[in-house]
T-cell receptor, first 113, second 114 residues
Framework: KQEVTQIPAALSVPEGENLVLNCSFTDSAIYNLQWFRQDPGKGLTSLLLIQSSQREQTSGRLNASLDKSSGRSTLYIAASQPGDSATYLCAVARNNAGNMLTFGGGTRLMVKP | DGGITQSPKYLFRKEGQNVTLSCEQNLNHDAMYWYRQDPGQGLRLIYYSQIVNDFQKGDIAEGYSVSREKKESFPLTVTSAQKNPTAFYLC?????????????FGEGSWLTVV
């Protein structure tokens, strides 16, 4: 059974810092890996999607990497801003199941002005 | 605007009562999903449907039921058999089973047992 773990569970940084969020998964047979943002009491917004054949994806100040063989992904946020404060979730799509996702528990990020 | 609408935002259930959460999408997506989120935790899949009139159990389907009579709608019923229903419920949709399609989420519904 696929298990997804995110470390740390919570992170507090001063504005302007570069930071890395970590995600690990136990079964390397995945379709893709996605990073989501969730604001308190809200739904999820997809940030980046990395196909199983890709190594990384970039969008603005965000960069996500994927190492399938080691079962790891990182989300790098450059020059963090208070507006980045949210919970970040990673999820892996199960092999042959399209967008059926197994989620990690999330990292709650607070960026202080 | 295109998107996913969940209602109600807040719902209270008495012991032994069935309640239904609504999910409507106007994105013309084939696949729809229901997830449950407990405080401080990730999401767990309850049910999913890849086409009208067909749906499959996810990881935690016990105590829940769904229907998919229309492409746009995927209501979730939380039955009295679900012993711990208090949670945040999220509906989602995507275009198809392909590996590169983004999944879109609704704003969620809070269910509390009173």
């Amino acid at each position: 059974k696929q298990e997804v773990t995110q470390i740390p569970a919570a992170l507090s940084v001063p504005e302007g810092e570069n930071l890395v969020l970590n995600c690990s998964f136990t079964d390397s047979a995945i379709y893709n890996l996605q990073w989501f943002r969730q604001d308190p009491g809200k739904g999820l917004t997809s940030l980046l999607l990395i196909q199983s054949s890709q190594r990384e994806q970039t969008s603005g100040r965000l960069n996500a990497s994927l190492d399938k063989s080691s079962g790891r992904s990182t989300l790098y946020i450059a020059a963090s801003q208070p507006g980045d404060s949210a919970t970040y979730l990673c999820a892996v799509a199960r092999n042959n199941a399209g967008n059926m996702l197994t989620f990690g528990g999330g990292t709650r990020l607070m960026v202080k002005p | 605007d295109g998107g996913i609408t969940q209602s109600p935002k807040y719902l209270f259930r008495k012991e032994g009562q069935n309640v239904t959460l609504s999910c409507e999408q106007n994105l013309n997506h084939d696949a729809m999903y229901w997830y449950r989120q407990d405080p401080g935790q990730g999401l767990r899949l309850i049910y999913y449907s890849q086409i009208v009139n067909d749906f499959q159990k996810g990881d935690i389907a016990e105590g829940y039921s769904v229907s998919r009579e229309k492409k746009e709608s995927f209501p979730l019923t939380v039955t009295s058999a679900q012993k711990n229903p208090t949670a945040f419920y999220l509906c989602a949709s995507s275009t198809d089973r392909g590996s590169g399609n983004t999944i879109y989420f609704g704003e969620g519904s809070w269910l509390t047992v009173v």
